[in-house]
Structures are given as structure tokens and as C-alpha cells.
Nanobody
Framework: QVQLVESGGGLVQAGGSLRLSCAAS????????MGWFRQAPGKEREFAAA????????TYADSVKGRFTISRDNVKNTVYLQMNSLKPEDTAVYSC????????????????WGQGTQVTVSS
């Protein structure tokens, strides 16, 4: 089992920044690719970003590319999502996920999920 706990969400004005954190416990952290997904009100959960087990490879959804940066610290067992130039359409519950092996944008392929943290961007 892997337990994931997100933090860092909140209310921010458009154009502002937030950094989300996801602390992992349980199994060996660097066995898992890590990802961030988000779910806006009335919409399905969607992929935002992912990072490989070593942190050497990252990938992003087109909607966040160039504004969001995913990173990880395999000593602290934590993955981060730095979000810059935030837009009202970024408003969502952001959840981190862990997958034993490589990353994928297919949400049902991820093994463990956190509870999520709310991000609200005001215009």
C-alpha cells in the first residue's frame, strides 16, 4: 500500500502561483511514477502532469504545458506541482497518484490516489 496526502491548495487570483505537495508513505517511493490529475466541477477527472520514477522524464497535458512544473524528491518521498500563470479554468480538485512502473495519462491505470486538494482561481 501507498498512502498519498496532498497539501498546498487554496484560493489565488488569476495570474498567481501555487505549489502543491504530495507526501507518500508506505512502499518504496522511487518504485512509482507519480502523477497529478484534476477534476473541475461537473467534469471528469483529467490528467495534468506525470514524472518518471527517477525524475528524469516529465510529461504534461497541453492545457498546462509551459505553466505547470512537476518535480519529485525521492529522499523526502514527495512530489510537487508548481503552478504559475493560473487561470480561472484551472479551478479544480487536484489529486496525486502513484503507479508501479511507468506513467500513463490513463487514470484507471494508476494504482494509488490521494484525497485531493482544492485549487480555486478567481478572475
Amino acid at each position: 500500500q501507498v498512502q498519498l496526502v496532498e497539501s498546498g491548495g487554496g484560493l489565488v487570483q488569476a495570474g498567481g502561483s501555487l505549489r502543491l505537495s504530495c507526501a507518500a508513505s508506505g512502499r518504496t517511493f522511487n518504485n512509482y511514477a507519480m502523477g497529478w490529475f484534476r477534476q473541475a466541477p461537473g467534469k471528469e477527472r483529467e490528467f495534468a502532469a506525470a514524472i518518471s520514477r527517477s525524475g528524469s522524464s516529465t510529461t504534461y497535458a497541453d492545457s498546462v504545458k509551459g505553466r505547470f512544473t512537476i518535480s519529485r524528491d525521492n529522499v523526502k518521498n514527495t512530489v510537487y506541482l508548481q503552478m504559475n500563470s493560473l487561470k480561472p479554468e484551472d479551478t479544480a480538485v487536484y489529486s496525486c497518484a502513484a503507479r508501479n512502473g511507468g506513467w500513463t495519462a490513463t487514470k484507471r491505470a494508476w494504482d494509488y490516489w490521494g484525497q485531493g486538494t482544492q485549487v480555486t482561481v478567481s478572475s
